[in-house]
């Protein structure tokens, strides 16, 4: 029956053909059906056949349903969903079609898709494509959206006879963020790779990830890979000291960085240089170190700075100490000899008993002495170092020298209970050399020997040997002492430095006798060694060439100077025996030859004319003006003239006022003076004086250079 009674009888003649009516069935189910009625022609009475739809009807249902749903999926999609021809009419665009290019209106099916193509070629090639493979997966493109922006998109899409279905995914965002990361890592390949420091990353076990050029440059290598392929232990093949490394680590490990940190660092040759190394470390998502990153600074020229710095700072301590011990044992050594020379002076005012008189003199001259041989070195080391030292080469004999030398210390060794021998079998060494520097060298190496020696002995050896073509003459003094320590080998050779200083030392001097033995070791181009055990002894052995070949030297025959630094202790002892006899000088005993004193210090004035009272008519000239005035009115055979005559004029000014004199182009003027240093000598010679002796000054000295002059 109709459900419902829908269709009525007198409805017929009006209703349509077909109808599409629900049924109910004897079940009670309602049926979807198609009735179809038609009259028949003539008569009042009508066909009717029903048609059951109801499956139909069901399906269609479900596919509108189904239909509504997956539009419903499209429109809703994240993803663009489009439909568009081949030439490129666009069919259909969901939400996120227009969202992506970024259209605002309601329908964009009157656009083609042609125009979106930022590079036509692009959709050329998409095109083809489909053409040809009916499907195309993960293609980017560039489009061009409604508002004119870039849009970077991934397209798949399939060919359906004209149609092109197919889905697009924005990744604008992604590929300017990979613009992005892609620039900071070209700008951080770039600092990495021209960076003027070392830039390494390097895993905990000790491999390089990677290093920069300037890295590679710094330890020796011609490229990072050559460098990565070498070094697989960084520990055991760069660090010195292999344990700098796990340090390193173990700090970053614990703070997760360590900064300026300085190494020294072995280089591809295996030389060192030191750097310092900055170093964090980089971790994953675990929290766990995945690798070291680090920048290197090679540092050795800084360091050799610091160092320089250093050392400096410390020689400068060290020079202060130096000057306060050199000023310690100069007060000691000028101030001692003094005492001696005015106590004994005191003493000398008051005694009467003659030959106390004669051993208190004795006394005065011994520290005399003393004191001459302190500022004796003092002036030798000057003109050493100052280059002004000469080697006056001359035939001599060194075995006589040497012998006399011992000879000579005999007295001072067996006051000491010491046995002082000259062993050789050779009795005469001629040889081309300094004779001044060589009985020196050698005084002084003796001397040394039985200061420092107590008990026992001091032995000495000389001898000629060829090394190499070379002939050499080799002299050994071994002593049976107190030894000098391993430290102090190297420090005995230094000005003014001995083993015991302060006010604690043991032995007196001035420090300057074995500096002055090397430097004029070294003047003759020689070798001086030292071997020594503390508590056994101490040997020295020096070697001289037996022709020295230094440009470093003058005839004897080009001096005209008796320097009163020419002492028994360093001095030519074989010149002082020489020493002509006064008597040959051209005098008479009724003092006819007469002599000119220019000197303003009394005493000094007074010592020469005591020396000369039986010798010469002398005259004292406190002044240069005085000076000139007595030589314009008397004819001298000589004039000592001092230097430094106090306010007014010198003996310079004087020397070249009397020389312009008539008869006084010829006499002799002999400097005598208390300037000595480096230069002093050769500007007197130089401004007018014949002959020059410096204060203090001996006796035969003396006599012997105005006997020089008077000859001559």
């Keep these: 029956m109709l459900k419902n009674h829908q269709l009525r009888r007198k409805d017929i003649t009006l209703a349509p053909k077909k109808y599409e009516v629900k049924l109910v069935n004897k079940k009670g189910e309602i049926r979807d059906a198609i009735l179809d009625i038609g009259m028949i022609p003539g008569t009042k009475q009508s066909i009717v056949s029903i048609l059951d739809i109801t499956e139909r009807k069901r399906a ?363 062993n050789t079998p050779i009795q005469s060494i001629q040889m081309t050399s300094d004779e001044q520097a060589i009985t020196t060298i050698f005084s002084n190496i003796i001397n040394n020997a039985i200061k420092f020696t107590n008990k026992g002995s001091v032995d000495i050896s000389i001898e000629r040997i060829i090394i190499d073509g070379q002939e050499w003459l080799v002299a050994v003094v071994s002593d049976t002492g107190i030894g000098i320590s391993e430290a102090y080998i190297n420090v005995i050779f230094k000005e003014f430095r001995q083993v015991s200083e302060g006010i604690s030392r043991i032995f007196e001097g001035s420090g300057l006798g074995l500096t002055i033995t090397k430097k ?62 006064i008597d040959s000088a051209p005098r008479s005993k009724d003092k006819s030859a007469k002599m000119l004193y220019v000197e303003d210090d009394a005493i000094s004035a007074l010592l020469v004319k005591n020396i000369f009272k039986d010798l010469f008519d002398i005259e004292i000239a406190t002044n240069a003006t005085i000076a000139v005035e007595k030589a314009q009115n008397e004819t001298f055979d000589i004039i000592l003239m001092d230097i430094n005559l106090g306010k007014g004029k010198d003996g310079l000014f004087a020397a070249k006022e009397i020389r312009k004199l008539e008869g006084y182009s010829g006499i002799p003027i002999v400097a005598v003076t208390a300037f000595a240093m480096v230069g002093d000598r050769e500007e007197f010679l130089r401004e007018g004086c014949d002959y020059y002796i410096s204060k203090p000054f001996d006796r035969e000295n003396l006599i012997s250079i105005v006997n020089q002059a008077l000859v001559k």
């Design 520 to 581: 004029f070791v070294d003047l003759l181009d020689g070798i001086i060694t030292v071997e020594s055990k503390i508590g056994r002894g101490t040997t020295f052995t020096i070697k001289i060439p037996m022709i020295n070949s230094s440009d470093d030297w003058e005839s004897s025959d080009e001096s005209q100077m008796i320097n009163s630094s020419d002492d028994w202790e360093s001095s030519d002892e074989s010149q002082i025996n020489k020493v002509a006899n």
């Design 60 to 422: 269609e249902d479900a596919l509108k349903e189904s239909e509504e749903k997956y539009r419903n999926l499209v429109d809703d999609a994240l993803v663009g969903v489009y439909q568009i021809t081949l030439e490129g009419d666009i069919i259909y665009g969901n939400e996120a079609m227009k969202k992506i290019m970024e259209f605002e209106g309601d329908d964009p099916e009157f656009f083609n898709a042609k125009n979106f193509y930022k590079n036509p070629g692009q959709r050329d090639y998409l095109v083809r494509t489909l053409q040809e493979f009916g499907i195309i997966k993960n293609f980017e493109a560039e489009l061009i959206s409604f508002k004119g922006n870039s849009k970077y998109v991934i397209i798949n899409s399939r060919l359906d006879g004209n149609l092109i279905n197919g889905m697009m995914l924005d990744i604008t965002e992604e590929t300017k963020a990979l613009s992005e990361l892609r620039k900071a890592e070209e700008k951080y390949r770039n600092i990495f790779e021209n960076a003027l420091e070392g830039i390494f990353q390097s895993t905990p076990d000790g491999r390089f990830l990677d290093v920069n050029p300037a890295m590679a440059t710094m330890f020796g290598y011609s490229s990072q890979d050559e460098m990565l392929s070498i070094i697989t232990n960084i520990s055991e093949q760069m660090y010195v000291n292999q344990g700098d490394r796990e340090s390193w680590i173990q700090v970053v490990n614990e703070k997760g960085w360590v900064y300026g940190q300085s190494f020294p660092i072995y280089t591809k040759n295996r030389e060192i240089i030191w750097v310092t190394e900055s170093i964090h470390s980089v971790k994953d998502e675990n929290d766990d170190i995945v690798y070291y990153e680090g920048i290197v600074e090679d540092i050795t020229e800084r360091k050799k700075y610091e160092e320089g710095l250093k050392a400096a700072k410390e020689q400068a301590e060290e020079l202060s100490r130096l000057k306060s011990s050199f000023l310690a044992n100069m007060s000691h050594e000028l101030r001692t000899p003094m005492n001696g020379i005015i106590g004994f002076s005191e003493l000398l005012i008051s005694e009467n008993d003659i030959s106390i008189v004669s051993d208190y003199a004795k006394l005065i001259h011994d520290s005399g002495k003393r004191l001459m041989t302190t500022l004796n070195s003092i002036l030798d080391l000057s003109r050493i170092e100052a280059g002004e030292r000469k080697l006056n080469l001359q035939l001599l004999d060194a075995y006589e020298i040497l012998y006399q030398l011992v000879e000579l210390y005999q007295v001072t060794a067996k006051n000491k209970g010491l046995i002082l021998s000259l």
